[in-house]
């Protein structure tokens, strides 16, 4: 098999304005859950009348949290690794090895459940079998006598991610435990494991802390973890997280849903589309801002074609040749250039050339003025837009100044508009600055909507097109506007305002689900619920007897209406006629004149107002045989020689 991309190809790329933001996405992760199991991460919520309430303990939450998040993340993101460790469990095993190995003296009562790796199907199989199955559960989980050593777990993950992903940009351990302080008698194992933590950073592994509180209980970061988790102060936060405890009650939402949210909030690394962006706010006042792209279409991932190799399945990979039309003899990719149409001839760039077409200055994003956000209308948005958050690493004290822009523009709310390059190759955009304040979510805590700056770009004058001439729209009566008001007033969502994370893609998950069915030999299914879908009982509920109501106004208006501008109420003097007595004349059926009996005036007439394409490809065909020239191709090229044709004759 040849290279997936040939050569030619990805040098034109390189030249397309458009960065390609799943390139952000799909950099590799490696992430290894450490699971506690303690007698106190084993026992059970207290009892609760609640529906909601989970019956889990901490620690079989925490192992089905990474089963799910497992099975997510094999199919978001096949490239990335993930490992479970068990900590302070009475048996040990190290990568492949039993109890018996040195593996269990190296590292005794560290369990690595399943090893760092790009999940399989038997890795999910192994979580899911523990998750239900109850006596692999208590035969697994048991907890070791003595307390569990934290700098044996940091060195056991310590190697892990030094022999299974050496190379990762991303590496980050997530610990999951209640104790709070572990080593409170032992002040050398407490330096022990600080030196080990130390290690990991020094590594470039990440510490996620997921703490858990119980109901008699409050779990408190300052007695061990503030020096076991290291952050770099130069570095600074790159978005604003936000610190949480997790409950293990028998209340409200259950550990395991608390879980897997805060889990999914932190899986994802967050990198940066460009950094250290210079930010210029006026003469000689200039910060750095990193952006990032937090909206991103999720879709199901491409479909491959494989082989049969022997008794492996191989992925197949294409390859694409360009050929000469005529002899069929293949192109070289030097023979190749980029050329664009003008008039009817094609104009030629060398490389030189068309990286100068390109190039318009150094990135930058400069304020040219403030406008209050009232001005900005709903519809000049033509892109996504972007999220920017200060950085210290180009100019100190970015931070500050950032957050006095970000506070001045929420308060009085107005917006900045900027020119906006964002890499050295990108043609320039005009952006509004907008600010969002933080929101958090109602039941978890987590943040749902960071602080900072959104740069939205809107249209230049070459972007806008007229709209189409459309008839003058009727205007309602006020007492049908009125009714529809208290039905709009009785179907607002709970606050006025749209959370996208109540609201997943039904056609997505669905895929998902029958993936993961067929990968893990499981029966598909059943459709889960469509949260999409209107409740129309609690519709009818709330707003059914407004609804009537407008209906009925809306009846009555119609037959005034009618009655007022056509006669009858029924509109039977529009049927009659303007005098009530001759039908209206029948339209006379035109036949459409077709391309071989057009003149050449006509032909060009029908050219210039670009309404050639309505013809059908066989009346094209026959035209250009008529003309001597190719029928083969696509609609386009037959349109495009048709074209090409009247310009040169």
Same mark, same amino acid.
């Given at each position: ?8 190809? *990805? ?18 992760? *490696? ?11 084993? *026992? ?6 609640? /529906? ?117 940009? !991303? ?75 997790? /409950? ?5 939402? !259950?550990?395991?849903?608390? =879980? ?175 600010? !969002? ?58 606050? *006025? ?77 529009? /049927? ?47 035209? =250009?045989?008529?003309?001597? =020239?190719? !029928?083969?191709?696509? /609609? ?14």
């Amino acid at each position: 098999m040849a290279e997936s991309e040939p050569s030619w190809k *990805a040098e034109e790329e390189e030249d397309e304005e458009d960065y390609d933001e799943n390139n952000y996405l799909s950099q590799k992760d *490696a992430v290894l859950f450490a699971i506690d199991v303690s007698s106190s991460m084993l *026992a059970p919520p207290p009892p609760s009348d609640d /529906k909601k309430a989970g019956k889990d303990s901490p620690t079989l939450a925490a192992i089905k949290c990474a089963y799910e998040i497992m099975t997510q993340r094999i199919i978001s993101s096949p490239k990335d690794m993930m490992g479970v460790l068990l900590f302070g469990t009475e048996k040990s095993k190290f990568q492949n090895e039993d109890t018996s190995s040195r593996g269990s003296i190296a590292y005794p009562h560290c369990y690595l459940l399943c090893d760092l790796g790009i999940p399989s199907a038997a890795d999910v199989k192994e979580l899911l079998k523990i998750g239900e199955n109850k006596t692999d559960a208590e035969e697994l989980l048991v907890p070791s006598e003595e307390p569990a050593s934290m700098s044996n777990m940091l060195f056991c993950a310590n190697q892990i991610f030094t022999t299974r992903a050496p190379n990762f940009g !991303s590496r980050r351990l997530f610990i999951i435990t209640d104790r709070d302080d572990p080593h409170s008698l032992d002040k050398a194992a407490r330096s022990q494991a600080t030196v080990r933590a130390k290690d990991l950073y020094d590594l470039g592994v990440i510490i996620d802390l997921f703490p858990i509180s119980h109901p008699n209980h409050e779990f408190d970061r300052s007695k061990f973890y503030d020096d076991i988790i290291y952050r770099d102060p130069a570095e600074g936060e790159d978005l604003a997280v936000v610190s949480s405890n997790l /409950k293990s009650s028998g209340d409200g939402i !259950s550990l395991l849903n608390s =879980l897997i949210s805060d889990i999914n909030s932190k899986q994802v690394a967050k990198r940066t589309l460009f950094s250290n962006l210079p930010f210029e706010l006026g003469p000689n006042i200039t910060i750095s801002v990193k952006g990032y792209n937090l909206l991103q279409k999720q879709e199901p991932a491409r479909s491959c074609f494989i082989y049969e190799q022997g008794e492996k399945l191989q992925m197949a990979e294409g390859v694409t040749h360009k050929f000469r039309e005529g002899d069929n003899s293949l192109v070289d990719k030097t023979e190749i250039k980029r050329a664009y149409k003008f008039g009817g001839s094609q104009v030629v760039f060398t490389a030189d050339q068309q990286k100068k077409l390109k190039s318009w200055e150094s990135p930058v994003l400069r304020i040219i003025g403030f406008k209050p956000q009232s001005m900005l209308p709903t519809w000049a948005s033509v892109k996504k837009a972007t999220f920017i958050y200060p950085s210290e690493d180009g100019y100190i004290g970015s931070t500050r100044t950032f957050a006095a822009l970000w506070q001045k523009l929420l308060k009085d709310k107005i917006m900045g508009v900027a020119w906006f390059i964002a890499r050295s190759n990108a043609a320039p955009l005009i952006v509004a600055i907008l600010p !969002s304040a933080e929101r958090f979510d109602d039941v978890l805590g987590a943040q749902v909507i960071p602080p900072g700056l959104w740069l939205y770009p809107i249209p230049f004058a070459d972007d806008i097109r007229e709209p189409p001439q459309v008839p003058k729209p009727l205007v309602a009566p006020e007492e049908l506007i009125d009714q529809m008001r208290m039905v709009v007033r009785q179907l607002q969502l709970p606050k *006025a305002i749209y959370d996208p994370t109540k609201y997943s893609n039904p056609a997505l998950q669905w895929h998902y689900k029958v993936l993961q069915a067929l990968a893990l030999d499981e029966e598909v299914p059943e459709q889960s619920e469509d949260k999409t879908i209107p409740k129309y009982r609690q519709i009818n509920k709330r707003a059914g007897e407004y609804i009537k109501n407008w209906g009925e106004i809306l009846e009555e208006q119609s037959r005034a209406y009618a009655k007022a501008h056509y006669g009858d109420s029924d509109g039977a003097k529009l /049927k009659r006629g303007s005098d009530g007595d001759e039908a209206p004349q029948k339209r006379i059926k035109t036949e459409k004149k077709g391309l071989e009996g057009m003149s050449h005036n006509d032909l060009k007439k029908v050219v210039t107002a670009g309404n050639i394409s309505k013809y059908t490809i066989p009346e094209l065909r026959d035209w =250009l045989v008529s003309k001597g =020239l190719t !029928s083969a191709g696509k /609609k386009g090229d037959l349109v495009e020689r048709v074209e090409q044709w009247v310009e040169d004759n």
